[in-house]
């Protein structure tokens, strides 16, 4: 059998199993998989993988690039570098934050041309569900949006207008009829202007002021609804970065009642609480807010249950500038960055401090993202005939996240500093290597 790479004597991460075996890859795709020991190599290129891990490439399904329109934001040369060093082989591209925002096909286009051109990963787009764009729908997913996003409340910048009820409604009659799915902000915007404005008022403006702002109470009475507006329409839903497990427990409910929905939350929710957003500031700023941390030990729960999805980075950068801005933590962009280090949390707070699987941990960042996108067999699994998208990790090695190893245009985010344990040594996409750790590899 004739190989490009042949991976030998490394440990696979699939859903059921670690198991050690040889990998062989041929024209961007895995045709060998093998008791460690027996694959020849030829003339292909070898790596030596033994005491290493290799795991399905991740699929980050939540990430805001900015491109174009607000490359200076992050850009996606920067983005899809920070994800292939950190494990991460496809990414879903939100609409919003790229200006203009994905919302017709011309600008879906437009966004895919420059995507073509500067990504180092595969990628597909979001289409935004917006008040004026019904009409548009439909181009978008012929063109091959992944989805739709809408926001329930103002997002943070005016060129992608929230979803009022009425949008939420028509929107979802029509995504269902092209049998897409509609990924939801799902905050309250009423409940949030009214928190805000008091909060505002009565002068309590600290870190905690702001998270009690945004509770969980407004996640679950946004979700509610949009719940029982796919009951009406029948549109599949994905709820974007759940931060509590009350939510996540609602989701299993209304998943047990028959509605196609799944959840998605983001390392910074498992690994950062409201302590950590007072001691690290603005950089940890987001939307829904860092919890208290007895939520934070419940959503590691609700994982090891099985009730959480999919874990996306939810990578929203800005300049530092935006960071940096106003008189107090309501006037600074919400927005975290850390696609880099979804996997690395992950191991760290997951695998080595909790015992979460290792089979878990790939089941919520690639199998199950691929299937809820369609995009399994293909990827999200490490199988024979499937593409040979791959991160092979050291999950012993410890590491102190420097700004400088952040490949961000803005080497900004809530983890420099942080202990990590568990380095990425090399990333495959489709066959290609993306990332190497010259340094690490020596060490194991
Ligand atoms: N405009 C944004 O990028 N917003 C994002 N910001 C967060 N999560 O703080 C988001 O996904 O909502
Ligand atoms: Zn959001
Ligand atoms: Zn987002």
Known sequence: MLFDTVILFGTLVTENDVVEADLGIHNGKIVAICEPGTIKAGSAKIIDAKGLHIFPGLIDVHVHFNEPGRDNWEGLETGSQSL??????????????????????????????????????????????????????????????IGFKAFMSECGTDDFRYADNNTLIQGMEKIAELNSILALHAES?????????????????????????RPILSELE???????????????????HVSSKKVIDRIKEAKEEGIDVTAETCPHYLCLSIEEFEEIGPAAKCAPPLREREEV???????????????????????????????????????????????????????????????????????????????YPNKGSIRIGSDADLTIINLNEKFVLKAEDLKYRHKLSPYVGKNFIGKTLYTFSRGVCVFEDFKSKTNV
């Open 189 to 213: 915007n009423e409940m949030i202007n009214y928190l805000t404005e008091k909060a505002k008022k009565e002068q309590r403006l600290s870190i905690r002021d702001y998270c009690n702002s």
């Open 222 to 240: 946004a979700v509610e609804r949009v719940l029982r507006y796919a009951e009406l329409t029948g549109c599949k839903l994905h709820i974007v």
């Open 297 to 375: 030990e419940l959503l590691w729960q609700a994982l090891k249950n099985g009730d959480i999805d999919i874990i996306s980075s939810d990578h929203s950068p800005s300049p530092p500038e935006l960071k940096a801005q106003g008189e107090h933590i309501f006037d600074v962009w919400g927005g975290i960055a850390g696609c880099q280090n979804t996997l690395h949390a992950l191991l760290t707070e997951g695998y080595h401090n909790r015992a979460v699987s290792l089979s878990k941990i790939a089941e919520v960042t690639a199998l199950q993202p691929a299937k809820r996108f369609g995009l």
């Open 84 to 145: 292939a060093a950190g494990g991460i082989t496809t990414f879903f591209d939100m609409p919003l934050n790229s200006n203009p925002p994905t919302t017709t096909k011309e600008r879906y286009l437009e966004k895919q041309q420059v995507a073509n051109e500067k990504s180092i990963v595969d990628y597909r787009l979001w289409g935004g569900l917006v008040p004026d764009n019904i009409e548009n729908l439909t181009e978008l997913h012929e063109e091959g949006a």
